[in-house]
Nanobody, 118 residues
Framework: QVQLVESGGGLAQPGGSPRLTCAASASIFTANAMAWYRQTPGKQREFVAGISSGGTANYASSVKGRFTISRDNAKNTVYLQMDSLRLEDTGVYYC????????????WGQGTQVTVSS
């Protein structure tokens, strides 16, 4: 059974550094590259960062150098450390399988809202 639970969002100031957490069911986590996505009103969900089962990370150009994705396979958890936040980072953040290696798992989690505002 697919279960994805995101947390850690909230209101943050520009330049802030929140950390998002995604807990996934063990059955889907271990063998899958995982990723974070974000969605803003009126836009499609977009890729933010991905990490292979072995820990190799890749990033969207808009967040490269500011965000860091990591995973703890023992805890079936993936993290997104967000540094140097910008207003345009506002959105609902979701985790799921990295689409580059397979279709997204269903259902998506509820996501976690990050609002960057001064």
């Amino acid at each position: 059974q697919v279960q994805l639970v995101e947390s850690g969002g909230g209101l943050a100031q520009p330049g802030g550094s929140p950390r998002l957490t995604c807990a996934a069911s063990a059955s889907i986590f271990t063998a899958n590259a995982m990723a974070w996505y974000r969605q803003t009103p009126g836009k499609q969900r977009e890729f933010v960062a991905g990490i292979s089962s072995g820990g190799t990370a890749n990033y969207a150009s808009s967040v490269k150098g500011r965000f860091t994705i990591s995973r703890d396979n023992a805890k079936n958890t993936v993290y997104l450390q967000m540094d140097s936040l910008r207003l345009e980072d506002t959105g609902v953040y979701y985790c799921n399988r990295e689409i580059a290696v397979g279709p997204p798992l269903s259902p998506w989690g509820q996501g976690t809202q990050v609002t960057v505002s001064s």
